[in-house]
Nanobody, 124 residues
Framework: QVHLAESGGGLVQPGGSLRLSCAAS????????MGWFRQTPGKEREFVAS????????TYAAFVQARFTISRDNAKSTVYLQMNSLKPEDTAVYYC?????????????????WGQGTQVTVSS
């Protein structure tokens, strides 16, 4: 079993930045690829970014457009999502997810464990 706890969400103005963190406990974090997804009311959960277990491979959704960076610290069992140049359309609940696999994933079905989510609101 893996427990994931997100933090770092909040209210930010357009153009601002936030750094989300996800602390993992339980399964060997170093063997798990990680991902970030987001969801708004009435819509399906959508992929944002993923990072391999080693941290050497990352992949992003097209809408990220180089504004977000996913990273991990295996010594701290934590994955991060640095979000810059935020837009109102980035407003959503952001979820951290873990895979029982070392390779990046991009679909909800590829991830086995989920956090409770953290709200990000981009508004002036």
């Amino acid at each position: 079993q893996v427990h994931l706890a997100e933090s770092g969400g909040g209210l930010v103005q357009p153009g601002g930045s936030l750094r989300l963190s996800c602390a993992a406990s339980g399964r060997n974090f170093g063997n798990s690829a990680m991902g970030w997804f987001r969801q708004t009311p009435g819509k399906e959960r959508e992929f944002v970014a993923s990072i391999s277990a080693s941290g050497l491979s990352t992949t992003y959704a097209a809408f990220v457009q180089a504004r977000f960076t996913i990273s991990r610290d295996n010594a701290k069992s934590t994955v991060y999502l640095q979000m810059n140049s935020l837009k109102p359309e980035d407003t959503a609940v952001y979820y951290c997810a873990a895979r029982v696999d070392t390779a990046v994933g991009i679909t909800v079905e590829e991830f086995d464990y989920w956090g409770q989510g953290t709200q990000v609101t981009v508004s002036s």
